[in-house]
């Protein structure tokens, strides 16, 4: 397969996908969004790949979200918003194998959901998670919401989302965001361990306990399903625009002017 902005590489039976946008800070446009999705079926059914993990080219950021200089009401590809995000998130949670997050920097907005719907998330000592969307007019109505309110708690899931603060590696780590922290240098040695030891697991034992975790949270992907033409309206409205347009101009954004 050919990718544009993803790197591919199986290690020792690890497949590595990586966001390659690292001057977008791993912001993912539609391509980005097809192009994962593309890499995770070719890992997930690969019989040598025993795990595989997603990560983000670069030392500054796992992933940012989507790349607002593609969104304009609207981003550039198929999908309810312009973005496939559905199909991408039921990718990471369909994949017969353990999908670990890597975050080596910032795991903001898309990029902590991704983090969040990944089986296990490893970081470094310079990670920072977060979440922006009620402060750039926007919002992760499913998995983003739900499901992570399923991992953290459901107060520590608003205290995320309402309040919009950052999160060391250790504090993600302590409220159950994140499986470990390591040293940032020793990061990528530890996640290829980690991967290592998934492929010395019963691959069929690894499926069927995926496949039962999912079955819990399996209706959330109708909560999402609605929640993102919700959102597809909500983009089309002043208000969300207010959002990128004080982003461009460097100023606070005035949601409230919009609210009648």
């Known amino acids: 397969m050919n990718f544009e902005d993803i790197l591919y590489e199986v290690r020792n039976g690890v497949a590595w996908i990586t966001i390659n946008r690292p001057e977008k800070m791993n912001a993912f446009r539609g391509q980005t969004c097809d192009e994962i999705i593309k890499a995770l079926n ?28 593609a969104h304009s009401g609207n981003y550039d590809g198929r999908g309810t918003i312009g973005l496939p995000m559905e199909e991408l998130h039921t990718a990471i949670r369909d994949v017969p194998k353990p999908v670990i997050a ?54 520590k899931a608003r205290e995320i989302w309402y309040l ?64 993102m033409y919700a959102l597809k309206l909500y983009y089309d409205t002043e208000e969300s625009r207010e959002g990128v347009n004080a982003l461009k101009e460097k100023r606070k954004p005035e949601f409230r002017k919009y609210v009648k």
């Open 164 to 227: 919009n603060r950052r999160y060391s590696g250790a504090e993600a780590v302590a409220m159950g965001l994140a499986n470990f922290c390591f040293p940032h240098d020793e990061l990528d040695a530890e996640v290829q361990k980690i991967g290592e030891e998934l492929c010395e697991r019963s691959p069929t034992a690894l499926a069927i306990a995926k496949r039962s975790f999912n079955a819990d949270t399996a209706h959330q992907a109708g909560i999402a399903g609605l929640g």
């Open 42 to 69: 070719k890992a997930g059914y690969d019989r040598d790949v025993g795990a595989i993990v997603l990560a983000g080219a670069g030392d500054r950021a796992f992933c940012t979200g989507g790349d607002q200089s």
């Open 102 to 155: 890597r975050v080596q920097g910032f795991a903001i907005g898309g990029g902590n959901v991704l983090a969040t719907i990944c089986d296990l998330t490893i970081c470094s000592d310079k990670a920072q998670f977060g979440q922006v969307g009620p402060k750039m007019g926007s919002v992760d109505p499913g998995y983003g919401t739900a499901f992570l309110a399923r991992v953290v708690g459901e107060k």
